[in-house]
């Protein structure tokens, strides 16, 4: 694999890392250790470190001449949710697991950092943003709500994300809207609760619930113009406790997902009035909550044709994967990119001749045959775009 020698050479001790980091995973804001892991090595690379930004945020700044400054980020949380791997290092926290490959990026920026620190072919500032709380909880908002770029400013910044779906050696690059916009919804239905056998005595709000969750699909497929992707979801519906008892009320709860402000601003009032309107229909009454939780991710063109030219230099014209669709899933990085220009770039980490389970997943296991080709691409970013 084509990677920077110093940094294949790194692939043990780095591998060390991510698998210590994956057996003690930590969640939004509450990732002390790693935080802690990540500084101790900062420091051990002769990285000046500034820790506090966003409860566990730590930013790492490596400075050589006058020149331009570089922002990359790495999510640092793990997932709420057990893991199923059985894997020698699986996570000893019982109902916590680094299934989003977290750990994997913490590692390949820290294998960037001891390389660039040794190496120095750099001229300028880099600036190593390691940030909490990725998973939903907008832990990239934080830190730039409570002045990371004031305090360590960038001219550009760039993130990465594992792709167990991509082949091992790949990187995929694409300029503009990548990622949607993320908000969740809460609806409440207020009934009246009667007898099972007699419902006619009060209004039942499972039944309102359920025509809500089935208009609310209109939304995409009639209101709004179907060349605008709009996801709405209802992903949890709770009500009811007892077999012969209709409950005084039902709550739903959701996310939408879109690629323009605009039509999630438009998406929100329509979720209201339907959920309302359905409510009143039927005697009910609902009161809403909506949140809009993250931006739409948006690549810069002269940072993606930067980090284009990296792939290139490094894995060749074979290294740079065709098609990098759009997804509706979301990423806090759109702070950062609505604050700085830069890229998000996708990271192929696909298991030759074996499954590779999806992010997320109870069984996902992150490849550590990608850490160097990440930690190498991160390298050379900063060699290119910081030449000497
Ligand atoms: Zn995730
Ligand atoms: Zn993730």
């Not at 793990?78 to 990026?105: F, I, N, R, W």
């Not at 600036?127 to 939903?136: G, H, K, M, S, Y």
């Not at 113009?225 to 039902?250: C, Y």
Request: hydrophobic share 40%; net charge negative.
């Amino acid at each position: 694999m084509p990677v920077l020698k110093r940094i294949a050479e790194m692939q043990g001790e780095m591998t060390a890392w991510r698998r210590d980091l994956h057996a003690h995973p930590e969640i939004a804001f509450e990732e002390h250790r790693t935080s802690a892991f990540v500084a101790d090595k900062l420091r051990e690379f002769g990285i000046e470190v500034s820790q506090g930004l966003a409860k566990t945020g730590v930013v790492g700044t490596l400075a050589d001449g006058d020149g331009p400054s570089i922002g990359l980020r790495a999510d640092m949380d793990a997932l709420p949710m057990p893991e199923l791997t059985a894997l020698p290092y699986q996570s000893t926290v019982p109902g916590k697991m680094h299934a989003c490959g977290h750990d994997g990026h913490t590692t390949m920026l820290l294998g960037a950092a001891k390389y660039l620190a040794e190496s120095r072919n750099f001229k300028g500032t880099v600036r190593f943003i390691f940030q909490p709380a990725e998973e939903l909880a907008g832990g990239g908002r934080v830190m730039v709500e409570e002045g990371l770029f004031d305090q360590f400013p960038v001219d550009s910044v760039y993130g990465m994300h594992n792709q167990p779906n991509m082949p091992t050696g790949r990187i995929a690059i694409r300029a503009g809207i990548g990622m949607a916009s993320a908000a969740s919804f809460k609806i409440v239905v207020h009934g009246r609760g009667s007898h099972a056998a007699s419902p006619h005595h009060g209004i039942d709000p499972i039944f309102v619930g359920s025509q809500i969750v089935s208009a609310l699909q209109s939304i995409s497929s009639r209101v709004t113009n179907p060349i605008e992707s709009i996801v709405v979801s209802v992903t949890k519906f709770h009500a009811g406790d007892a077999v012969n008892v209709l409950p005084d009320t039902a709550v739903l709860d959701g996310t939408a997902r879109s690629f323009a402000e605009d039509s999630e601003t438009s998406v929100a009032g329509l979720i209201r009035r339907i959920a309302e309107g359905t409510a009143t229909a039927h005697g009910a009454t609902a009161d809403i909550e909506y949140r809009h939780l993250y931006p739409v991710l948006v690549n810069a063109e002269a940072q993606s044709l930067i980090a284009e030219n990296v792939v290139r230099d490094l894995l060749g014209d074979d290294g740079l994967e065709p098609a990098f669709p759009r997804t509706m899933a979301s990423e806090d990085f759109s702070f950062m990119l609505n604050a700085r220009p830069g890229c998000f770039v996708g990271l192929g980490t696909a298991f030759e001749g074996r499954e590779s389970h999806p992010l997320h997943s109870s069984k996902y296991e992150f490849n550590d045959e990608a850490l160097p080709i990440g930690a190498s691409f991160w390298a050379r970013l900063v060699e290119m775009e910081l030449a000497k």
